[in-house]
């Protein structure tokens, strides 16, 4: 179910999936397909007022969500993919999935081979995915994953997760001991976490 609320002349359209057996009302963002609530009850007056409430919030991220560089919505509109921070013309014979699978494995674990000398540490495993949200992360048992989709983004971000995630070995956490040991490799890591936001880890 569709419908729109305004809020100081914006019109904000979202999706309503009830559920209930959810305990909470949850409102998510998607690059894509906007805002999306799910709810435990369809009361649609409880549901907009709470919208009105965090309607501030949700134009926040609905920009920030604009504007990044989506691969679906790039390689719809002009039949390019994102490589190395670059648009390029996809292959008519190659997916984003293929294209990815073939291009991201290679270029992570020789950098992850370069890193670990560095740092000093070492994954019990490394292996990749398709994820929505996160670009990489670290088990307890240091085992590594990270995003297919990586080879999207400009070099120095993926050396940068790559030392995120490698960080992780020794600080299971992101206290001030985790960032010290990140900025004593990379300390420009900051402006990377600010290029990372005008991409989306996302495939479709």
């Given at each position: 179910m569709t419908k729109t609320i305004e809020y100081e002349g914006h019109v904000l359209s979202y999706s309503l999936f009830v559920n209930r057996r959810l305990k909470h009302l949850y409102i998510t963002i998607d690059p894509i397909k906007g805002v999306i609530v799910k709810s435990p009850f369809s009361?649609?007056?409880?549901?907009?007022?709470l919208l009105l409430q965090k309607a501030s919030w949700i134009l926040s991220k609905l920009h920030a969500a604009q504007e990044r560089t989506h691969i679906g919505r790039l390689l719809e509109t002009e039949g390019k993919i994102l490589?190395?921070?670059e648009a390029i013309l996809l292959s008519s014979f190659q997916t984003p999935e293929l294209f990815y699978k073939e291009k991201t494995p290679p270029l992570v674990n020789r950098l992850v081979e370069e890193w670990s000398f560095l740092m000093g540490v070492k994954p019990t495993k490394v292996s990749f995915r398709q994820a929505k949200k996160r670009w990489g992360s670290c088990s307890y048992r240091n085992e590594l994953s990270f995003n297919l989709s990586l080879a999207q983004l400009p070099l120095e971000c993926i050396a940068y997760i790559v030392v995120h995630e490698l960080a992780h070995i020794t600080h299971k956490h992101h206290q001030k001991a985790f960032w010290e040991c990140v900025a004593s490799f990379m300390p420009e890591y900051k402006n990377h976490e600010i290029t990372l936001k005008k991409f989306s880890p996302s495939l479709i």
């Open positions: 009361a649609i007056d409880t549901i907009e007022t490589y190395l921070g």
